[in-house]
């Protein structure tokens, strides 16, 4: 079956950076990727964005004012008006995604999360940031997590990349050998 909000936040976010490319930063794509797991969690605004008795005018003012302590209200607010204009706020979710997407790959950016057993010190975090930008030819966004079912060792996972080596890992392989 044809996705056509994906479609559609696919073409808004494509235009979008036709004429907006150039204002952004690798720090605004971090914030932009925090913004979106922030809104991912909050699954009460994509509801409220669909609701259509509410006006588009207060639509577009909470979602500046949730963009605001990210420091992308102004960057995003011709495309919030855009939408809004169209009747299409109910997509933002949907364009927030894209927009990560498209950024991402314009600024070879790739974001891991690196889990760990136990805690890294900044040396060894420095390290595995180091080889991982150099396997990937990517800069990184890299959240890291203690994560006690490894028993030891450590997972590495984003969008392109996985890499794992744990004693959980060796354990589900001598698992599916039995």
Known sequence: ????VMILARKYA??????????WTKDHVIALIQFSHMFDERRIVTAYLKISCIPHATKITILLKSLAPYHLDTLLEPLIKLLAQHHRLE???EFLHTLCIFLEDLFQLEEITIRTAAPLSDDHRRAIIAWVEQVTHKQLNTHFIIDPRLIAGIRLEGKDFFWEHSIRQQLRRIASIC
């Open 1 to 4: 079956m044809i996705d056509y």
């Open 14 to 23: 494509r235009a979008y950076l036709n004429l907006y490319a150039s204002r």
């Open 91 to 93: 997509i933002f979710g």
